[in-house]
């Protein structure tokens, strides 16, 4: 029962997965949004919006920063994952 | 067991750690690096000084609850800064408006960024040495309930 419940879910999970992947432009596509110049606009723009100069924290913690509050989530799931995986089998020892 | 040329080498080279990964945390919005590198380093450092210290004295050794609290506080200081833009009623993690700017190019600048930079340091530093402590010890701890 767990098993096909477990099948079932990864099953759904890779579907989900492939249709996105399908939905992204292709790689160097013109028409992609990441080429309609948002680059620019980061580039001439992040140090007086954000007040930094690395460009890269700017998008990251700054424009991009929901983002990367689910990239901690991730490292936060992992710490659970790992902790679970080895105090998990308690109660059945 | 008490190795003393594990303990020297830790003496002079933890503090140099920390020292770099606070100085790569604090740049993160100048140059290359920010919390997640600056965090791995500090994080490194706390290996460094479970493995120098793991042997000797019981009260030399860092507790879990340590790495617990850098995990927590690091999350509270990144949603924290977010909730700040909300209640000056504008988006949740708004930097412009609401987190003085400051200069472009002085370290106590662009707001935001600096502080949550600060925060995922410590969050990230907190996940690596857990899971470093984890698979260090779990796995003894679990032989004493057997």
């Known amino acids: 029962m767990r098993k096909t419940l477990t099948t079932a879910v990864l099953l759904g999970l890779l579907v989900l997965l492939t249709l996105m992947v399908v939905e992204m432009p292709l790689y160097g596509d013109p028409n992609a949004p990441a080429h309609q110049g948002i680059m620019q606009k980061y580039l001439d723009d992040s140090a007086r919006d954000t007040g930094a100069i690395n460009t890269i924290a700017a998008i990251i913690i700054d424009y991009r920063a929901y983002d990367t509050l689910g990239e901690a989530t991730v490292l936060f799931v992992a710490v659970i994952a790992v902790t679970a995986a080895l105090y998990g089998g308690y109660e059945h020892a | ?146």
């Open chain 2, 1 to 146: 067991m008490h190795d003393m040329i594990l303990e020297m080498l830790g003496r002079v080279l933890i503090p140099a750690t920390q020292l770099f990964g606070a100085y790569i945390l604090f740049h993160g919005h100048l140059s290359p690096g920010g919390g997640f590198s600056g965090g791995t380093i500090i994080g490194a450092s706390f290996i460094f000084y479970s493995l120098v210290y793991r042997f000797s004295a019981k009260k030399h050794r860092l507790r879990h609850e340590t790495s617990l609290w850098f995990e927590i506080g690091g999350a509270l200081i990144y949603v924290g800064a977010g909730l700040v833009g909300i209640l000056f009623g504008r988006h949740f993690l708004t930097n412009q408006g609401v987190f003085p700017i400051g200069e472009p190019g002085r370290i106590w600048s662009s707001g935001m960024i600096l502080l949550v930079t600060l925060g995922i340091g410590a969050k990230v530093a907190g996940t690596v040495f857990k899971l470093f402590q984890e698979l260090l010890e779990g796995g003894a701890e679990q032989d004493g309930h057997h």
